[in-house]
């Protein structure tokens, strides 16, 4: 199904490509300071680990390697078992190399254009307004002394975090995704890592496989306004904090019909929508849901009263996302 593919797909992704805040490390950091300590750690450091990844279901190993070339990032993730799958990125410009039998090849139509698994980051000021932020006390992870830290959610329609953070570098070395009573949905956990030691240049290059197909996820936007004003397409309730991160129009499948891809962020937690025709097979109402990530689907109306299909993706409480999706409406020249 491909909302449940979408939703797979962005976590891995999403793993690897994190926000960037700049912060000025110090040695007695209050719940704010340690976050943009994280984001500015994941930008700027160069890092080489393996790391784990359950999403509720399922287990994954994967390779994360990043360092700054002459002021430009590079990165490359790579899953160590499944299907081989790698993830390059070269500053905005992201590639995906799969073997040509690979089911996330379905998604060649659905991921919307750029480095899309990048939240829209925010200060953790700002982010304050949605999340109570508290230091956790102190633990390990991957060998290496950590802090903690427990992001609380204000309000029904986000999940609460718990962070450990690299208690010397700030890199994010642990991370789990709870929901209001508690359970863990998601857990992220290197198990082991290097920081700040040199990278080897051929750590950052794609495998070189034959017959392997190699998508660039940057290409083929054909319109990108700046915010909802601009679009056709209008959202009439989005949860409070969220702010639109990015807005496409795309050409997608053989047919080449429209897709619109807008995404939310609320500094932490994000959600893609999708809004294209409805396929020739047909669509409903559907709800899928694995680990934190949830994709909803809600059939609506658009020009010319042409069935359109909506697609919510995010980690988002099920009733968010289908509120959010319900919203979605066709708005004409006004």
């Not at 982010?127 to 290496?144: C, M, N, P, S």
């Not at 890199?171 to 929901?179: I, K, P, W, Y």
Request: proline share 6%; hydrophobic share 45%; glycine share 6%.
């Amino acid at each position: 199904m491909r909302p449940r593919a979408v939703a797979r797909w962005l976590l891995c992704a999403q793993a690897a490509i994190a926000p960037c805040v700049l912060a000025d490390p110090g040695a007695d950091r209050t719940p704010e300071q340690w976050l943009e300590f994280m984001s500015r750690a994941f930008a700027e450091r160069d890092y080489d680990g393996v790391f784990t990844y359950f999403d509720g279901e399922d287990l994954s190993t994967l390779r994360v390697v990043h360092a700054v070339v002459d002021g430009v990032e590079h990165e490359r993730l790579v899953h160590l078992d499944g299907p081989l799958r790698e993830i390059v990125r070269r500053d905005d410009d992201v590639f995906c190399i799969l073997d040509p039998n690979d089911e996330i090849l379905e998604l060649e139509e659905s991921i919307p254009a750029g480095p899309f698994a990048r939240a829209f980051a925010r200060t953790p000021q700002e982010v304050a307004g949605q999340y109570a932020l508290t230091i956790d006390g102190e633990d390990r992870v991957a060998g290496r002394p950590t802090v903690r830290i427990f992001v609380a959610a204000r309000d029904a329609d986000r999940y609460a975090y718990r962070l450990w953070l690299d208690a010397d570098k700030g890199l994010l070395l642990r991370s789990e995704l709870v929901d209001g009573d508690g359970r863990r949905l998601e857990i992220f956990q290197f198990a082991d890592i290097r920081i700040d030691e040199p990278i080897a240049a051929d750590a950052l290059e794609r495998a070189s496989r034959a017959g392997a197909v190699t998508n660039r996820l940057t290409a083929d936007v054909v319109a990108a306004p700046p915010d909802a004003a601009t679009s056709a397409w209008r959202l009439d309730w989005v949860p409070a904090g969220f702010t639109m991160a990015s807005s496409e129009l795309r050409r997608a499948g053989v047919k080449s019909r429209p897709l619109a891809t807008q995404m939310y962020s609320d500094g932490l937690a994000a959600f893609s929508v999708f809004i294209e025709e409805v396929p020739d097979g047909g669509a409903s109402n559907l709800v899928s849901r694995k680990g934190a990530t949830v994709a909803v689907t809600h059939l609506t109306q658009g020009p010319g009263g042409v069935p359109h299909l909506v697609t919510v993706v995010g980690e988002v409480p099920t009733p968010t996302a289908q509120r959010v999706a319900r919203s979605v409406r066709f708005v004409s020249d006004e």
